[in-house]
């Protein structure tokens, strides 16, 4: 069992950044890869950013790429979202997730992929 604790969200103005923090307990991060997913009122949860076991190798939502940079600290079981050039239809609640199969971008991308999430940590960006 892991347990997954966001942090770092908040309200920002567009065009500004903040940082995102997932803290996970329970078993070594490294045993997981790792994502990102949002969702805003009225939609599906979408993808934003995946990340393998040793952060090597990452993916990113056509969104967000160039903006958002996924990164980790096994040392410290700890999974960051850095988000710059927020835009308003960023505006969602951030949720980090681990997985454990094989680190394929088609099967990432997609909620199937993960067995354990966080609570989630809302970002608003205002215009």
């Known amino acids: 069992q892991v347990v997954l604790v966001e942090s770092g969200g908040g309200l920002v103005q567009a065009g500004g950044s903040v940082g995102l923090s997932c803290a996970a307990s329970?078993?070594?991060?490294?045993?997981?890869?790792m994502a990102w997913f949002r969702q805003a009122p009225g939609k599906e949860r979408e993808f934003v950013a995946a990340?393998?076991?040793?952060?090597?190798?990452?993916y990113y939502a056509d969104s967000v790429k160039g903006r958002f940079t996924i990164s980790r600290e096994n040392a410290k079981n700890t999974m960051y979202l850095q988000m710059n050039n927020l835009k308003p239809e960023d505006t969602a609640v951030y949720s980090c997730?681990?997985?454990?199969?094989?680190?394929?971008?088609?099967?990432?991308?997609?909620?199937?992929?993960?067995?354990?999430w966080g609570q989630g940590t809302q970002v608003t960006v205002s215009s």
């Open positions: 997730a681990a997985g454990f199969r094989t680190f394929i971008q088609a099967l990432v991308r997609t909620t199937a992929a993960f067995d354990y």
């Open positions: 329970g078993r070594p991060l490294s045993n997981y890869y």
């Open positions: 990340i393998n076991w040793s952060g090597g190798s990452t």
